[in-house]
């Protein structure tokens, strides 16, 4: 009799703790919806806004409920002043004098952080930035961007190659620095130079990852004048570093 009465007991725990305990939203299955249902599935969520350097523009980082890979709880990143490891599949720029607005991009990205240096004024000339302790470094952001399936596992992720993107203050020369192909893996802005020094690395192995197993490689680009980055080391220097390591390095 006792033993009746205390599994009633937990029999009638266990009905109200599944009656008051919270539902979970389950995730929408968009496959068999039309392309206008898809829209009305999807919801857009504008993260905290960041005002750019006590100026008239705004950032608003943009996040899709509904995206997977966005969903996904991993980050990169790299920055200064302020940064954002959380991931983006876009920013939207406002301008809060003039009520203008815009996308960073209307490519597929996702964004794995941004940052910016110090304040900016976009009329000074270069000598205006050395005087006032700013520098042409300062007229940028920087971005961590993901844009490809490089390990062709059906979806864009922190196991993609990483990519180093830049545009102005107001969000618009968006351009990406880093070589297709390869995975950034460090970068570091020069502010006396005014120029970025970043490390890849390349699947040289072929196994879809980048890795400790692939070479890295050093590769500079100058913000004043603008051109593709180059290079830091010759193939044939790289090539007499390797035979002076391996022969003092290697065990025979």
């Given amino acids: 009799m006792r033993a009746s009465f205390l599994c009633l007991i937990w029999l009638f725990l266990g009905f109200f703790s599944c009656v008051n305990s919270p539902t979970i939203k389950p995730k929408p299955d968009l496959k068999n919806l039309t392309p206008d ?18 100026s008239d523009n705004v950032m608003y980082p943009i996040i899709l409920e509904n995206s997977d890979d966005i ?6 990143g790299s920055g200064s002043s302020y940064s954002n490891t959380t991931k983006y599949c876009n920013i939207l720029f406002y301008n809060t004098n003039n009520s203008e607005y815009h996308l960073l991009t209307n490519d597929k990205v996702l964004i794995y952080s941004f940052s910016s240096e110090k304040i900016n004024n976009s009329t000074y000339r270069n000598e205006d930035f050395i005087r006032s302790g700013l520098t042409i470094a300062d007229n940028f952001i920087y971005y961590s961007i993901r844009k490809t399936d490089s390990n062709e596992d059906g979806k864009i ?3 993609d190659a990483n990519y180093l993107y830049i545009s102005n203050k107001k969000g618009a020369n968006f351009k990406q620095i880093s070589p297709d192909s390869f995975n950034v893996v460090s970068w570091k802005i ?16 072929h196994d879809k ?12 680009y100058d913000l ?25 390095w290697t065990k025979k």
Avoid: C, M, W
């Avoid at 969903?71 to 990169?76: A, D, L, M, P, T």
């Fill in 209 to 220: 990852k980048f890795t400790y197993n692939d070479e890295h490689d050093l590769y500079i």
């Fill in 157 to 159: 992720n922190a196991e």
């Fill in 190 to 205: 020069d502010k006396r130079t005014n120029k970025i020094l970043f490390s890849v690395s390349k699947d040289t192995d």
């Fill in 71 to 76: 969903r996904e709880n991993s980050g990169y």
């Fill in 37 to 54: 249902q898809i829209v009305e599935k999807f919801n857009l969520y504008f993260d905290q806004p960041v005002i750019i350097d006590s």
């Fill in 224 to 248: 004043v004048t603008d051109k593709p980055s180059k290079q830091v080391l010759t193939e044939d220097y790289k090539k007499q570093l390797k035979k002076q390591f391996s022969e003092q």
